[in-house]
């Protein structure tokens, strides 16, 4: 069986994305989502309607690879560089609302739990993403390393 850290990530994140939003009514993007940048070192707020399914989608990869995990260290892989004029750039931290959010949701839905240490998938939440990459690699017909080199 495939696991998450051998198919690509961004075709992970799609597919999850789209089941999310498709299978998951728990996951929805608030009102004021739309208008809402994703952390002080952006200028304007996401281009693409669906952002919120993808930083979803997004954060239970990182969830599955890193946990336990909390909400400081998810914002500051969200972050980025802020412009701040002729003087140096420095890194922002992401959005911690916007995540916080995301994650209170994944909760409810039953996909991740909450422990002392941080975050951590529930084994309904490792199954969807194994059986998600599972049928990415079936799709990409992605071999595995010993079978590349046997």
């Not at 839905?109 to 969807?128: H, I, N």
Request: hydrophobic residues 35%; charged residues 30%; contains cysteine.
């Amino acid at each position: 069986m495939t696991n998450v850290k051998r198919v690509p990530a961004d075709m992970l994140i799609k597919e999850l994305s789209m089941y999310l939003k498709k299978n998951v009514p728990e996951v929805f993007p608030p009102r004021w989502a739309l208008l809402v940048k994703t952390g002080p070192s952006k200028q304007n707020p996401p281009d693409d309607p669906d952002w919120w399914y993808i930083r979803a989608a997004s954060l239970l990869r990182k969830i599955y690879l890193l946990q336990p995990i909390g909400v400081e260290r998810l914002a500051s892989f969200y972050g980025g560089r802020k412009d701040r004029g002729v003087k140096p750039e420095h890194h922002m931290d992401g959005g911690r609302c916007n995540i916080r959010k995301i994650l209170q949701q994944l909760e409810k839905a039953g996909l991740v739990k909450r422990t002392k240490k941080g975050r951590m998938l529930t084994p309904e939440g490792q199954s969807l993403l194994d059986k998600i990459a599972n049928s990415l690699r079936k799709k990409l017909d992605i071999k595995s390393w010993w079978e590349q080199y046997s």
